[in-house]
């Protein structure tokens, strides 16, 4: 009886200190920036995180989607990988530090999962460098036709998990999907902490413009709820002519009503198109808050996107946004277009 007492001490405490050693504490910060935020597309993404344990070269780091079984692996594939320093979202003491590093180079798998067997999708990522604990780390995951976002709309689970052959860092993200083509709509959330990001005014019209005359606007709104995160933010990129954003006329002879090309546009005494941001809480960014006839200029492109405001505290907050443009004297007569893209997102 004594040694069957003694063999099932010893296996207990095998078994705690094993515990022990794979289940580490939590990531500190992290957040997961998708280029799209649309069902059923491919996507580029953005990974910051830190942790709170130091790692030997060679873990291992995994993304498991644990929403929709099989929609985002659509077969087992590589997937290139780099690591990056910065991403358009960055601010604060939620900015990415330094590329994550590689022992030798990164090798990443896209793992479809398995409904029957419930085994779930997932990137996992191999041979990386030595980490240090509370430095924020950035990896960008390129397009890959075998990976797309789920087919569904709504919050969806995203385990984040980086380990070692000694320490388990992890920390759950969640993620909006919505249908919509013309934007995009990001939350990111914890366990303890939500937020809700709404878009009033998807459709607007300028109507018809004159060539060099006043410059017109059109507003709409921006609104957020949070609750228990540490902050939020919202960014926008427009499309234009695919290099430039801005309204653009796509059939012959081309033509662009530009807004690339500086931080502020002066309708005033220029042409062009830009908005400008307005709310009682929060901060709207410098190139966003501007006088009179000053409007802010955006990019093309989910890699420049802009900040435009930003919160640092639990908060709710309403954005009112006001859209000008302006033709020059040399636009051409016809139709013009020009598809915004926001971006929502939250630090918890």
């Known amino acids: 009886m004594f040694r069957l007492l003694l063999t099932s001490i010893l296996c207990s405490c095998f078994a705690l200190v094993f515990l022990f050693n794979v289940r580490a504490s939590g990531l500190e910060k992290t957040y997961l920036?998708?280029?799209?935020?649309?069902?059923?597309?491919?996507?580029?993404?953005?990974?910051?995180?830190?942790?709170?344990?130091?790692?030997?070269?060679?873990?291992?780091?995994?993304?498991?989607?644990?929403s929709d079984i099989g929609e985002w692996c659509l077969g087992e594939s590589s997937i290139t990988v780099v690591g990056v320093d910065s991403s358009p979202v960055d601010m604060g003491t939620w900015s990415i530090d330094t590329e994550l590093p590689s022992s030798s180079s990164f090798q990443a798998t896209c793992v479809p999962g398995n409904i029957e067997e419930e085994i779930y999708d997932k990137i996992v990522v191999e041979n990386l460098g030595e980490l240090d604990s509370g430095v924020s780390y950035g990896l960008l995951f390129e397009k890959n036709s075998n990976f797309r976002t789920s087919s569904s709309p709504g919050e969806k689970e995203i385990l984040v998990e980086v380990n070692d052959s000694v320490n388990t860092d992890f920390s759950d993200v969640y993620i909006n999907l919505i249908g919509s083509d013309g934007v995009s709509l990001v939350a990111y959330v914890s366990d303890l902490g939500s937020i809700t990001c709404n878009i009033s005014g998807t459709n607007l019209s300028f109507g018809t413009l004159p060539r060099d005359g006043n410059y017109i606007t059109k507003e709409h709104t921006l609104s957020t709820e949070s609750s228990l995160v540490e902050g939020y933010y919202w960014a926008v990129y427009g499309q234009g002519d695919g290099v430039n954003a801005g309204l653009w006329k796509s059939t012959l002879p081309t033509s662009l009503i530009p807004s690339t090309g500086s931080s502020t546009i002066n309708l005033f005494q220029d042409y062009g198109f830009g908005l400008n941001v307005s709310s009682s809480s929060g901060t709207v960014t410098d190139n966003f808050d501007n006088e009179p006839n000053i409007f802010g200029a955006i990019n093309s492109g989910s890699a420049n996107s802009r900040l435009i405001f930003y919160e640092t505290a639990t908060a709710s907050s309403t954005l009112n946004v006001t859209l000008a443009v302006k033709p020059g004297p040399a636009t051409e007569v016809g139709e013009y277009s020009e598809t915004l893209t926001y971006l929502c997102g939250g630090l918890y």
């Open 33 to 66: 920036f998708l280029e799209r935020m649309q069902v059923d597309v491919e996507t580029e993404m953005t990974l910051m995180f830190s942790s709170t344990s130091n790692f030997s070269p060679g873990g291992q780091l995994t993304l498991t989607f644990l």
